[in-house]
Each structure stands twice: as structure tokens, then as C-alpha cells.
């Protein structure tokens, strides 16, 4: 097994200050590689660039800097899915971190083997965040190492709350606008005319909030209905039902992987998702504790993607990406053959 301090990883950052939990997740990433005895860097484009809209100490770098070691070869480059034919275009070992499979594919040019990245012999391994991500790319790319790292949650900024201490607050994100709006104005309308209890219930959406504003958000709201399909995990999805709310979402991998059957709903069936949150609404107007044994599912499905939980699966795959890596530096990356 190699010596975790002799390969420097480093993982590529858009130099954005938009609001991005994927990029949140990557410095934590650093950090938990830091704390297992990795020599982890975050490294953006511009020299002195950091993320600062989350409070972060993490080891931060530039591609100057990186451009500049003199032995690449005990580097490893962790480069986003988004990226595309680009990826081909850095220097030295990669592993592409995806973490949308659909952003991965679009990005791709998928067919062309001159521009697909994933072909590219310098690439040694791609991580995923859900099995869904996982089965797609193995499937695509039967010769890669694809593994699996689901992202964590803080039970501590998310602790949860039973459902009696909850308020009457709908919770929607900035995603598929199209039928989050055609939802929203089904459920008001029907409201309109006394056909649900939607007019007593706060709408709020997920936005311009930090870290910790977002997680209170997300704790007092009873419920969250989530129109997004082409997702890697959906994180939040696992936010909320940490905080105890119950999450409506379409049946759909990978989201069928941490929602209870029960709230999952038929693809594109807008009528059907309509019922089921006003069913939903109806129950929690009524007393609260109708639906604690729902909420509390969903909350066991969410238990296993704490930050621990995390922590220990990234330390033990990159032993692996680190043993494959160095078996490459040996035998020649180069070399190695691709379909």
C-alpha cells in the first residue's frame, strides 16, 4: 500500500462564488483526506482564490502552482465531471469526481473518442455520489475503476425536529422551474376554491440563504417537494428528511435511493403529486403526529449519510486510487490500454 503522503491530490475548483453545494463538498472532501493523512489541496485557477460564502479553513492552491511541480507524477488531479473534452487538455494522472451523471454526460461528448475524457488513458479512476451515478458510468465505461463516495450530512446543523415542532412551511428549491411552477399553481388554485389547505401554508424556496440559515430553513419546514429529476444524489433531499421533514419527489433514480417509497410519485404524474401533498398538508394541519412515523422513515433512510459515515469511505477509497495510482507511476500510465 503506498505511503498516503507521498501522492498530492489535488482537486480542480471553479473560481465562482456562487453558491454551489458541490463546490462546498469538495473542500470538505480536502479536509476529511486532510484529517485521514492525505496530502489533499483544493486548487482554483487564480492564485489566492477561495471560496468564502461557508467558513473554511481548507488547504487551497492554484493550477500555477500545480503547473510548476517538477515530479508530476506523484500528483493525482481530481477534476469536476463539468469540465468535458477540457479534462483532456491537464497534465498528469486524473480522477474525474462526478457528481451529476446527467451534467457528466452532457459535458462529455459521449461517442467521440478523441474528445470523451473518460477514454483518456491519464484518467485512472472516476468517484460518484450515488449508485445510480455509479451503475451509468460502469456501464458506459466497463474498463474504468468507478467508485462510490455518497456525500454526508451534519447531524449537528441539522438536528432534527419532530414533527409537532415544525411549522406549516412548505420548502421548494430552484430547480425544474417549468413544473415546480405548474405544482405550485395547481396546489394554490385548488386552495383558491377550498379543495386543500395549501392558503395556510408558508411557501418558501431554498436560495440566497448561508449554510446556516439554509439548515434552520430546512428544520422548521414540515415538508419539501422536489420536482428535480437529473440528479446526482439530491443532497438536500437527504437534508431535510436528516431534520425530520418528509420529502415528496418523483420516482426516479437516484432519488429512489433515500426517499420512502410512499412520497415517491409516477414519473411527470403532476395530478398524482398534487394528492399526495395535499393528503400530506391535510394530515399535518390536522395533528402533526399523523405523519411522524413517515417523517421518521425517512430520516433512517437519511442516517446513513452522516459526515462520518463519509469520512470513512472517502479515506478507504483513496487508499485505493492511491494503490492503483502508484501502479501506474511503475508500469507507465501511458501505456495503458484503452478500447
Not at 482537486?11 to 454551489?20: G, K, N, S, V
Not at 480536502?30 to 487564480?46: E, I, K, Q
Not at 403532476?270 to 413517515?294: H, I, N, T
Amino acid at each position: 500500500m503506498v505511503d498516503r503522503q507521498s501522492v498530492q491530490l489535488f482537486f480542480l475548483c471553479h473560481d465562482t462564488q456562487a453558491e454551489r453545494g458541490g463546490q462546498r463538498d469538495t473542500y470538505q472532501h480536502v479536509d476529511d483526506l486532510n484529517a485521514a493523512g492525505f496530502a489533499a489541496f483544493v486548487m482554483h485557477r487564480s492564485p489566492g482564490y477561495r471560496l468564502t460564502w461557508f467558513n473554511n479553513e481548507t488547504r487551497v492552491t492554484s493550477l500555477e502552482m500545480y503547473l510548476s511541480i517538477e515530479q508530476p507524477a506523484a500528483t493525482v488531479l481530481v477534476v469536476p465531471e463539468d469540465l468535458g473534452s477540457n479534462i483532456k487538455k491537464l497534465p498528469g494522472q486524473k480522477v474525474i469526481y462526478n457528481k451529476n451523471v446527467f451534467y457528466g454526460f452532457f459535458h462529455n461528448f459521449a461517442g467521440t473518442q478523441s474528445l470523451d475524457p473518460y477514454l483518456d488513458p491519464s484518467v485512472i479512476a472516476v468517484i460518484t455520489v450515488s449508485d445510480h451515478n455509479r451503475r451509468h458510468i460502469q456501464f458506459t465505461y466497463p474498463h474504468l475503476q468507478v467508485f462510490l463516495i455518497y456525500p454526508g450530512v451534519s447531524t449537528e446543523l441539522l438536528a432534527r425536529l419532530p414533527m409537532h415542532k415544525k411549522k406549516k412551511e412548505i420548502l421548494m428549491v430552484n430547480k425544474a422551474l417549468v413544473q415546480t411552477r405548474m405544482l405550485t399553481q395547481m396546489l394554490r388554485i385548488r386552495g383558491i376554491q377550498g379543495l386543500n389547505t395549501a392558503p395556510v401554508f408558508q411557501w418558501n424556496v431554498l436560495a440566497h440563504y448561508n449554510e446556516r440559515e439554509a439548515a434552520e430553513v430546512i428544520r422548521k419546514s414540515c415538508m419539501l417537494l422536489y420536482m428535480s429529476t437529473e440528479e446526482g444524489l439530491g443532497k438536500v433531499v437527504v437534508e431535510a428528511q436528516m431534520a425530520g421533514s418528509i420529502v415528496v419527489a418523483f420516482d426516479c433514480a437516484p432519488l429512489s435511493e433515500v426517499v420512502p417509497s410512499k412520497y415517491l410519485v409516477r414519473l411527470n404524474d403532476l395530478v398524482g403529486f398534487c394528492r399526495v401533498a395535499e393528503k400530506l398538508m391535510s394530515d399535518f394541519s390536522q395533528d402533526p403526529s399523523m405523519v411522524q412515523s413517515d417523517a421518521d422513515a425517512g430520516h433512517d433512510m437519511a442516517r446513513r449519510f452522516t459526515l462520518e459515515a463519509q469520512r470513512s469511505a472517502i479515506a478507504r477509497v483513496w487508499a485505493e486510487i492511491c494503490d492503483i495510482g502508484q501502479d501506474l507511476l511503475v508500469n507507465g500510465w501511458q501505456a495503458k490500454q484503452r478500447p
